[in-house]
């Protein structure tokens, strides 16, 4: 009995190691220049403009509940970019996208930032500001 409590706080830590793992990854892409997606989305040409990339796939639960959301948002803001990783994984690796979903905050060139997990509509649209 005693090997399966230490089978499950080893199970329990090599989740949390990954979590953090992937966290950290979505940290280290600050500062990521990301001209290697203009030929997917010319849109981020402009170096001075504002732009999110909504990062998802369709076999992904969480995705599955947000996506429509962030289409109601691109279809009022066109600064709102929607990447299908299954489709587009070259593009996902340019990234840096680890997990989905993930909405990566691009700004003068450069990704700002990157949220991992359902976040807010509201928080993305605060970020773009007025178009």
């Not at 830590?13 to 940290?27: D, K, T």
């Amino acid at each position: 009995m005693h090997w399966l409590n230490l089978l499950g706080a080893a199970l329990i830590v090599l989740f949390a190691g990954h979590l953090v793992w992937i966290y950290a990854g979505a940290r280290r892409l600050r500062g990521r220049a990301t001209s290697a997606l203009a030929s997917h989305f010319p849109q981020l040409a402009d170096t001075t403009a504002r732009a999110a990339v909504y990062c998802f796939a369709p076999h992904c639960g969480a995705c599955r509940s947000l996506t429509p959301a962030m289409r109601a948002l691109r279809e009022r803001d066109p600064r709102m970019l929607l990447l299908d990783i299954s489709e587009r994984p070259q593009a996902a690796r340019a990234l840096g996208i680890r997990a989905t979903p993930t909405v990566v905050l691009i700004s003068a060139g450069r990704i700002e930032a990157a949220l991992l997990g359902q976040t807010p509509p509201a928080r993305i649209e605060e970020f773009l500001g007025s178009p």
